[in-house]
């Protein structure tokens, strides 16, 4: 290396950070990416947790904001080993009456399965579907540079309508709205449901073939490639020497690594950021698919079990009643996943955050509710409460996936005014405690990384 070289350090390779690391090292930086765990993905990992040759992915599983990321288009996933694949039909909702509302890749379909409720679907979001080319780049944008765009204006208005009216399109809704892990009436509820509810026509609910782990093997792939390293099972202790220091953490792992070194002020307001509500996650082994009462759903790939809108909005509001889980089945569609003739099943809910309440039962109930007969075909389970996602994956405090509670003050702060930004020169958070937050789109650490080199 020349003297004259400047170097980068990451912490943590989940998406943001390996992203941070690929636009550094095209600047023409040294790059070390330092990761605790034995393996590198962060929330994009796959092992197989409950039996050999079944693989489950250890966090995230399914990615309709990777395909619809501008920088992973930019990359070229595929050039690097990354298959996306598409179920029949991205997502279907299984009722008490024994039907599913089924959001399919067509609008248009959609709106003709949910028969005179559809117009409502068809009119809230055909706008969004229509200028999608362009609002998934105003919806991943840098906070201080989104334009005030058509099509970001329709998106903004359609947050504020009046509340939905048929109770199957607010039922489809509502589930959608609960993947911000907050209360489905809420502001940024509303607009996570539109946001995925409009890629699921657009660009649809796809993941990896092989597992999310696919994801970072080809980020990392990437990054090898500029001359990148990546330094595995080795936890920081301090912030590492180097030009640039890019840390793909949340404020609590800020706050041990250089908490006496922040101004008082900066320190105090990581001190106050909130994180929110964690995850309770099971994986399943299966002797056979899940056998679902509405045999249209073994057609999706994600699977929302709550029946209606006022449960579904009860649970997340305050985690009252049944709880709403969200499931992946993803072995119907990708046969890497399980052994011949055997398949896997990914589910979760939301609990207070850092809960040690024993959930599996709840959430096997919740499905043998709507497919009798399931719990018949285990053949064995893996199961995560909020205290083991944090012990793999420190940035999930509490079991919150989400970098932080993604409530309205602290959906574009975060996790400070200054974003991405430390009082320290050259060290800049990079991960999903950053804009735009959470989901495997690789934007905040590219933002970060560009905020850096500017």
Not at 16 to 35: C, M, P, Q
Not at 223 to 232: D, E, K, Q, Y
């Amino acid at each position: 290396m020349s003297a004259d070289t400047k170097t980068a350090a990451v912490i943590g390779s989940g998406p943001n950070g390996l992203s941070a690391a690929i636009v550094l090292a095209r600047a023409g930086y040294a790059v070390t990416v330092f990761e605790g765990a034995p393996t590198i993905g962060g929330g994009t990992r796959s092992a197989e947790l409950t039996l050999p040759g079944f693989v489950h992915d250890v966090c995230s599983a399914v990615h309709p904001m990777a395909v619809a990321s501008p920088w992973f288009e930019e990359i070229g996933l595929e050039r690097y080993g990354v298959e996306w694949v598409h179920p029949s039909t991205p997502m279907a909702h299984p009722l008490d009456d024994g039907t599913a509302v089924m959001l399919e890749r067509s609008l248009e379909a959609t709106a003709s399965g949910l028969g005179a409720e559809g117009r409502e679907w068809r009119d809230l979001l055909a706008p969004l579907v229509e200028a999608w080319p362009r609002l998934r780049h105003d919806l991943l944008a840098l906070v201080s540079v989104k334009r005030a765009s058509v099509a970001l204006a329709r998106f903004g208005w359609r947050t504020i309508l009046p509340k939905l009216r048929s109770t199957r399109v607010r039922a489809l809704f509502a589930g959608i709205a609960a993947h911000a892990a907050q209360p489905v009436h809420s502001p940024v509820a509303r607009s996570a449901g539109l946001a995925l509810a409009t890629a699921a026509h657009a660009v649809g609910w796809p993941f990896p073939r092989g597992g999310a782990q696919k994801i970072a093997d080809a980020l990392a792939a990437c990054l090898r490639g500029l001359g990148g390293r990546i330094v595995t099972g080795e936890f920081v202790r301090e912030l590492p020497r180097a030009d640039l220091v890019m840390c793909d953490i949340t404020p609590r792992q800020m706050l041990s690594l250089a908490g006496p070194r922040l101004p008082e002020g900066f320190r105090r307001k990581l001190e106050d950021f909130r994180y929110g509500p964690g995850a309770y996650k099971i994986d399943w082994a299966l002797d056979a698919p899940i056998p679902w009462r509405a045999p249209e759903s073994a057609r999706a790939g994600t699977v929302h079990l709550g029946g209606t809108f006022e449960e579904i909005a009860a649970w997340e509001a305050g985690h009252m009643g049944r709880p709403f889980v969200l499931l992946a089945q993803l072995s119907l569609f990708d046969a890497t996943r399980a052994p011949a003739g055997k398949h896997t099943a990914w589910a979760y809910c939301h609990v207070p955050n850092g809960s040690g309440s024993d959930m599996t039962d709840a959430i096997e109930a919740q499905v043998e509710r709507f497919a009798p007969g399931f719990r018949s075909r285990i053949l064995a389970r893996s199961v995560r409460p909020p205290a083991v996602m944090e012990r793999d994956n420190p940035n999930m405090v509490g079991g919150d996936f989400n970098g932080g509670a993604l409530d309205v003050t602290q959906i574009l702060a975060r996790p400070t005014s200054s974003l991405y930004a430390t009082p320290l020169p050259g060290v800049y958070f990079c991960g999903s405690s950053t804009p735009p937050g959470s989901a495997v789109h690789g934007m905040c650490g590219y933002h970060a990384a560009r905020m850096a080199l500017g």
